[in-house]
């Protein structure tokens, strides 16, 4: 699926607005007549790059649009709009939006409007009026604003072909703050320890070398049936720890770890049964599992495998496999994860017990972990100290990771069928068709709508983050996928051609797009000061406001003094003048105090003039006599 073209006649503070994003066609609609046209500046697979070979076999079709322009253009406004037209959302106002599905053109517009379609385009085109058509496709919204009104507020409900991967909207998933940024260094360091490597993100910045770790369960999402309420507490005021596990070390922070990760054991089992519908199939004890264990099992793990399969009633049932496959799998990952934690290497500091980034054990000891505790965690990874951009960058990537990652666990989304006349029906709603997704396969298009990516970034990294960002999304993504994304920085303008690039700007209070900027400076690989120097950036030249007023303040004054002043505070002005890093404005401010200098070493060679004059005259006066 791909996005080519979009109307509306008015959404939220803009009125009447269209826009093309960078396909082979370009639309107008002109209220009556949609006019289709070849885009003759197209360029076909521009954002392809050469593919190194790694450990996935992905194909991506790429192709981005950037929205530019000042702040107060509408540019998030616009990814309102596509956010909420990809999440079906109501939208009241009259609306046309044009799509691609494997090289098909379908138009979706809102019952109000009413149009023909004049083709001028070289190709034959049959055009589809339809419902948005939304299987096997998911829309990324991404932000990295954050909003402190959104902490506990938003709770909308993802769709299977939408979610919201933005600061605000994860934030208010959680119920504290703390909450939000464990995921987010959950979701870093899990996306450093797989693609750091091949990514080469140590390029463009510093990794944190320490990796922290606290034992602390996410109980966010858990449900406490009164069996586990009973086992974890008895596991806290109980027995001692050291009856089910073998002590490498006795420090209080193994201690922890062990307890942490048994109790987390126990909230899988939990799950698992309330998964398969078995929390009232069959008798049994978490607690009296545990007085049952035997040093003569492997393990606890093993131990409480045993226990379940013995109680489990002759196996009536297909149910009851699953489950004891599901926990012969779940106890075999909890027993690999414990011998690799066996040879891990933990240090500490005055910051806490901590692993080492780059070191090979913690890449094992990770992926293990996460391979083991797949429904909640009994650690909370945190970095060492991290600038706000190193920070923002991170989260850029790390989401749109995570995301990826959870698809692939998600059983709704790998489902078998893959068949699409019975996955999908048409229904009545909200006045119009609408396509009903009832089952749904793993992705093959992707649309990432990125609200100013760049945020929090230094310019080079505003410079570099897209290169990089597609090289992830060749990595992470399989099939089409269409990147719109928003800036006002003239780096990541720089990176595009004008076909894919819609310019916003307010004038008077009502925003005006420009599409390939007509008559204007081309932008792919342009010189950054001359994109600067565009009015879409930056007005009133290129000097900041303050730097403008003081300079214009210097050389009023300047000009007002007599050359004997200029003289008599030439040190305190020529320091000023020497801080001006203009150099045509700095030369042109420093020939006028020469001029005036000049002006007095004149007045000065006068006056000397007089003297010697009248000295001479004195002496005459005097020989005459």
């Not at 996410?218 to 049936?225: A, P, R, S």
Request: charged residues 25%; proline residues 2%.
């Amino acid at each position: 699926m791909k996005l080519l073209y979009f109307w509306f006649d008015k959404y939220k503070d803009m009125n009447n607005f269209e826009a093309n994003l960078g396909s082979e066609f370009s639309f107008h609609f002109n209220g009556k007549e949609l006019i289709c046209e070849d885009n003759k500046i197209y360029l076909n697979n521009f954002f392809e790059l050469p593919v190194k070979k790694s450990n996935t076999n992905n194909t991506t079709n790429l192709n981005i649009s950037a929205i530019v322009g000042e702040n107060g253009s509408g540019k998030s406004t616009l990814l309102d709009f596509l956010s909420d037209i990809m999440s079906k959302k109501h939208i009241e106002s009259k609306h046309i939006l044009i799509y691609s599905i494997n090289n098909k053109i379908h138009i979706l517009h809102s019952p109000q409007v009413k149009f023909s379609i004049k083709n001028n385009s070289s190709d034959s085109i049959t055009f589809c009026i339809s419902p948005l058509i939304l299987n096997s496709h998911l829309t990324l919204l991404f932000s990295n604003v954050f909003d402190v009104r959104s902490i506990g507020m938003l709770k909308e409900e993802g769709e299977i072909y939408y979610s919201n991967i933005s600061t605000n909207y994860l934030i208010g998933k959680h119920a504290n703050i703390s909450g939000f940024l464990r995921s987010e260094f959950e979701k870093q360091i899990f996306f450093v320890n797989d693609f750091s490597e091949e990514l080469n993100i140590q390029n463009i910045m510093k990794i944190p070398r320490e990796i922290y770790i606290e034992v602390s369960i996410d109980l966010e999402n858990v449900t406490f049936t009164d069996d586990l309420e009973d086992v974890i507490r008895f596991l806290e005021d109980g027995p001692s720890i050291t009856d089910f596990f073998t002590f490498l070390d006795s420090e209080q922070f193994y201690i922890e770890f062990y307890s942490g990760c048994l109790k987390a054991f126990f909230i899988h089992i939990d799950l698992l049964l309330s998964e398969n519908n078995l929390t009232e199939a069959f008798e049994y004890d978490f607690r009296d599992y545990l007085y049952r264990y035997s040093s003569d099992d492997k393990s606890i793990f093993d131990s409480l495998y045993k226990q379940f399969e013995f109680d489990i009633p002759n196996l009536k049932n297909n149910v009851d496999k699953e489950f004891l496959k599901q926990l012969f799998t779940l106890k075999e990952n909890f027993n690999t994860f414990f011998e690799c934690v066996e040879n891990i290497n933990l240090y500490c500091n005055n910051k806490g017990t901590y692993i080492l980034t780059e070191s090979p054990q913690t890449k094992e000891f990770i992926s293990l972990y996460r391979k083991a505790l797949t429904k909640t965690g009994f650690l909370k990874f945190t970095w060492s100290d991290m600038s706000s951009g190193e920070y923002g960058l991170l989260n850029l990537f790390s989401r749109f990771y995570d995301i990826l990652d959870n698809l692939k666990k998600d059983e709704l989304l790998l489902s078998e069928s893959d068949d699409f006349d019975t996955e999908v029906e048409i229904i009545y709603k909200e006045n119009q068709l609408q396509f009903e997704e009832k089952d749904y396969s793993f992705p093959k298009s992707f649309i990432l709508l990125i609200d100013e990516g760049d945020l929090y970034f230094h310019p080079q990294w505003q410079k570099d983050w897209l290169y990089y960002f597609i090289k992830l999304t060749n990595l992470l993504f399989n099939g089409d996928v269409q990147i719109i994304l928003t800036t006002h920085s003239p780096f990541v303008l720089s990176d595009f051609p004008n076909s894919n690039v819609i310019f916003l700007e307010n004038k008077n209070n009502i925003n005006e797009s420009y599409s390939f900027l007509d008559n204007g400076p081309k932008t792919f690989a342009s010189n950054i000061i001359e994109l600067f120097s565009n009015s879409f950036f930056i007005k009133d030249g290129l000097i900041g406001s303050f730097a403008k007023e003081k300079i214009n303040l210097f050389i009023r004054q300047l000009l007002q003094l007599s050359p004997q002043e200029v003289y008599h505070e030439k040190d305190t002005i020529k320091k000023f003048i020497d801080t001006i890093g203009e150099p045509l404005l700095k030369n042109k401010i420093l020939e006028i105090y020469n001029n005036k200098l000049e002006l007095h070493d004149n007045h000065e060679l006068d006056n000397r003039i007089t003297t010697l004059e009248n000295e001479l005259s004195k002496l005459k006066k005097q020989r005459k006599m």
